[in-house]
């Protein structure tokens, strides 16, 4: 799964939602949006933290937005 791939490769790691695509989906089947969307789902579960948070960011049908220059920080 994308995201167990991401908290692995990443933890204690700060970086953009854009370096996080860059260094850790080469040569995977991957798109910038299921990064995206494999990082909203850990912010809600609490194992990485986005800033600005969830509460903060704009919605899109309903859904919260992640823009790829917002700050992604893994957890230890």
Do not use: N, W
Not at 47 to 75: C, E, H, M, N, W
């Amino acid at each position: 799964l994308l995201k167990d791939v991401l908290l692995k490769s990443a933890t204690g790691q700060s970086m953009t939602v854009e370096d996080v695509y860059e260094r850790f989906t080469v040569d995977t089947p991957y798109l910038l949006k299921h990064v995206q969307i494999a990082l909203i789902e850990l912010e809600t579960e609490g194992r990485v933290s986005i800033s600005p948070p969830a509460a903060q960011r704009p919605k899109r049908l309903g859904k919260v937005t992640l823009a790829k220059d917002k700050l992604v920080t893994f957890s230890r």
